[in-house]
């Protein structure tokens, strides 16, 4: 039987910076109080799994997420700082379509989360959730240890990627590494039922313009 969450879920409506809406649920503080308490024993296993290209998401001891704000900083500074390797020639940005309601049973197999969680997110999703709630704490941490697995995909083909949530960035000596890489992490998802958005992804083989699209320049990146 599922175990169904005590109360309804509010939902708000969140525009994003690129223009979009996106829509958070706001889960009864009861069940927001079980799906940390459920999420808490992957924690260690998914901050192991994580490795230093991931940035959002980290978290304190508690299971609680690390603040925002120095981390985006963080992220920033990292990929800048290989953008400017002198042997940086070609950097592929992308992210994940759909992520969070993308992300089913067979993704969430792969991080051995518990019968109890599964029969929470499915009750979850019966209450209109689709994937992975959009808003909660456990969310993100869940979806960073998920992403780690394309994350290591990528960097078993030779370039390991700086990533923001599911907004990845890799940077390699050319354009042939760069897609070999690239095309690693598109099969790292599809392994797990995601996919790359090829509509948000894009190839510069010029530094200057990846430094401006990421919100850097060679001088404030130097």
């Known amino acids: 039987m ?19 809406d996106r829509w958070l649920a706001r889960l009864q503080p009861s069940d927001e109080r079980t ?6 024993p992957l924690v260690p296993r998914i901050e192991r799994s994580s490795g230093p290209g ?10 609680r997420l690390r603040p925002v704000r120095g981390a985006r900083s963080a992220w920033r500074r ?30 969430l197999e792969a991080l051995g989360c518990s019968g109890a969680l599964a029969s929470f997110l499915r009750a979850l999703e019966e209450a209109g959730v689709r994937g992975l709630p959009v808003g909660p704490d456990p969310s993100a941490i869940l979806a960073n240890g998920v992403l780690a697995h394309a994350d290591r995909a990528a960097a078993a083909a030779g370039c390991r990627p700086i990533r923001w949530v599911d907004d ?6 050319g354009r042939r590494p760069a897609i070999r890489a690239f095309d690693a992490w598109r099969r790292g998802l599809a392994e797990l039922g995601l996919e790359a958005h090829d509509g948000k992804s894009r190839m510069f083989t010029d530094v200057r313009e990846a430094l401006t699209t990421v919100g850097g320049s060679r001088a404030s990146g130097a």
């Open 168 to 173: 990845v960035v890799l940077v390699a000596a």
């Open 54 to 63: 991931a940035f959002a998401a980290r978290h304190a001891p508690d299971g």
């Open 2 to 20: 599922h175990q169904r969450p005590a109360g309804s879920i509010r939902w708000e409506r969140y525009g994003t910076p690129r223009g979009g």
């Open 78 to 107: 990292a990929v800048r700082g290989s953008i400017l390797e002198p042997t940086a020639q070609v950097v592929i940005m992308s992210d994940v379509r759909d992520c969070y309601p993308s992300m089913g049973e067979r993704a």
């Open 35 to 40: 799906y940390r308490r459920l999420v808490l």
